[in-house]
């Protein structure tokens, strides 16, 4: 079987086609926006935002009438769960009478907690709450796929038209203040985006793993280049490609999608941190660290004679 | 302790709008007053040490200026209209809270200054760029324009964000102590830097900690004495006397005038 027998062999279901469609636009939606968390070193709150959204699932579960058919009603009380979580986040955070991870820290455990006994008080849940935690992206339907676009490219957009305010925002709030930009806004708008994307993201890989998403790809990409919009399209590159071929390998040797997809983008990253010029552990080893102490010894010469031409 | 607001520059026989027309300033913190009925009036394109001694509310005057801490009481007007409505305020801390690493270089840093020039959904054009590349000249940082910010040093640093300030196109500068931590010829060319800015037409007024620097008249035109409330502003030989200086650093400072100018000497040993 050649290459592209491989490729292709895998899309004759329509289940794959879906799949692998879904978890392409959700590596890239993800790795966008997870940019923004990595440079402003949100990763906890990430993490809490996606385990925040379980009673949102519960709920939308208990509304849809138990059927797992009419995925549209989770979505959205989803995604209210996510956006509330958020919103109460900022809340108790702004005034700053409560450190910002405790915050996170409490919302978190409180709304996990809260799902949890929704779902131990509905029996019949057991079997697809494995699904929330972990995804299912080969279950994923046309409806969902739908879902994912929406909620995908909404917040691509969201994302294109407020770049320059959030890159202020993110890279100094007190510059941006000063600006007069609507700082407060931007941040609850950025936090929103994380809920969007954790919600379109809960299908493929989960609440468990999609951290993974957010800031693996990111991370990657930080380590490779030096220009925010050039690790932007970087990560949606690395997050595009890891979901695409993570789920390739989790159909050839049969492993669990959205683990294999976490596990190629952690791979990779793995792999970027040994090799990546200048940043990688490699580079430093063998490259950096003689031309460091030599410029270091200039330095000194010049500081203790400074007409010595330095 | 007299409140008397620095009298604009009449040379030609008009009165200018004053850049900066401060009145009745009052800053408190939950319960404790930092700035208490501070009022002054800087003219123009001139450049005004703020001086005075530490917690005496330096940066919360600053902060103040450009709306980082909303007053308790009083009004700012810059060029005639409150200046809540406008952006023409531009600050520099004494230190950034910046992450280094952040993926920015030099110019990208700067261009950051045009954030609420640029519209939404837009791209710099080529006023904006012009703006960054004439901000970067004023404080000689041109050729450093692709280096990234965590490369630079600290000195170089400091006047990125000068001229992210400048290319804000703000016609009033805050410098919070742009000199400390810096060598002398650094000093040096901050102080040049702030000349060619003033010379540019921006008002700027500086934060500083050094009263020999803040009386020469090569540097600044104006002083302003500050000890939670305003002791005096206007030229240094009228602000920088023994009595100001008595009530605004107790018995430690004494001041000799020279040829060269005023010769300021602590005691406390």
């Avoid at chain 1, 993490?47 to 379980?54: N, P, T, Y």
């Avoid at chain 1, 779902?119 to 279950?139: E, T, Y």
């Avoid at chain 2, 040490?49 to 709306?67: C, E, M, Q």
């Avoid at chain 2, 290319?167 to 010829?185: F, H, I, K, N, Y």
Wanted: glycine share 8%.
């Amino acid at each position: 079987m050649d290459l592209l027998n491989l490729l292709l062999e895998p899309l004759r279901f329509d289940f794959m086609l879906r799949g692998l469609l879904a978890a392409v636009m959700v590596g890239i939606v993800c790795s966008v926006v997870g940019t923004f968390v990595v440079l402003r070193g949100m990763a906890f709150f990430g993490d809490a935002l996606a385990h925040a959204i379980l009673p949102g699932v519960a709920l939308g579960y208990l509304t849809g009438g138990g059927s797992s058919a009419d995925r549209s009603t989770l979505f959205w009380w989803a995604l209210g769960a996510a956006i509330f979580s958020a919103l109460g986040i900022g809340a108790i955070t702004h005034g700053g009478r409560v450190k910002e991870d405790s915050a996170i820290g409490i919302v978190f455990v409180g709304m996990f907690a809260l799902g949890i006994a929704l779902i131990s008080a509905m029996r019949s849940f057991a079997v697809d709450l494995s699904h929330f935690l972990f995804g299912n992206v080969l279950g994923v339907s046309p409806t969902d796929l739908w879902h994912v676009a929406l909620g995908g490219g909404l917040a691509l957009l969201t994302v294109r038209i407020f770049y320059r305010q959030l890159v202020a925002v993110a890279f100094d709030e007190t510059h941006a203040t000063t600006l007069r930009l609507p700082v407060t806004m931007l941040n609850y708008l950025l936090l929103v985006l994380i809920a969007v994307v954790v919600v379109v993201a809960l299908q493929t890989v989960g609440i468990a793993l999609v951290l993974a998403m957010l800031i693996t790809p990111a991370t990657s990409a930080s380590l490779l280049v030096k220009r925010l919009p050039a690790m932007m399209a970087l990560a949606a590159l690395i997050g595009a490609f890891s979901s695409a071929s993570g789920l390739y390998l989790s159909y050839y040797i049969s492993i669990a999608s959205g683990a294999a997809i976490v596990l190629v983008c952690v791979g990779f990253f793995l792999l970027v941190l040994l090799v990546a010029p200048e940043r990688g552990w490699l580079w430093r080893v063998l490259w950096r660290r003689k031309p460091k102490r030599a410029a270091r010894y200039n330095d000194t010469v010049a500081q203790i004679n400074p007409d010595s031409g330095g | 302790m007299n409140h008397q607001p620095l009298s604009p520059a009449t040379s030609n026989g008009t009165v200018p709008l004053p850049a900066l027309d401060v009145q009745n300033l009052t800053v408190a913190y939950e319960q404790t007053v930092v700035l208490h009925t501070v009022s002054f009036v800087i003219p123009a394109g001139e450049r005004v040490a703020l001086v005075g001694p530490n917690g005496a509310g330096k940066s919360t005057l600053l902060k103040a200026l450009v709306g980082l801490i909303r007053p308790t009481t009083g009004s700012i007007r810059v060029n005639g209209h409150l200046h809540t409505q406008c952006n023409d305020v531009a600050y520099v801390p004494q230190r950034a809270q910046v992450d280094w690493s952040f993926p920015v270089n030099v110019w990208d840093v700067v261009m950051l200054g045009r954030t609420a020039h640029i519209g939404l959904f837009r791209s710099p054009g080529r006023h904006d760029r012009d703006r960054v590349a004439h901000s970067l000249e004023l404080v000689r940082m041109t050729d450093l324009a692709r280096r990234q910010i965590g490369e630079l040093s600290g000195g170089q640093q400091q006047r990125v964000f000068i001229a992210r300030a400048l290319a804000q196109d703000a016609c009033v500068l805050l410098l919070d102590e742009p000199m400390t931590g810096l060598d002398v010829r650094a000093q040096q060319e901050v102080l040049h830097m702030i000349d060619a800015i003033h010379r540019d037409g921006v008002t700027v007024l500086v934060a500083t900690h050094d009263l020999q620097q803040a009386a020469n008249t090569r540097y600044y035109e104006r002083v302003l004495l500050l000890n939670q409330s305003l002791i005096q502003g206007g030229q240094a030989h009228a602000v920088l006397t023994a009595e100001h200086l008595t009530a605004a650093y107790g018995g430690h400072l004494h001041r000799i005038e020279t040829e060269q100018g005023i010769l300021l000497v602590h005691d406390r040993h």
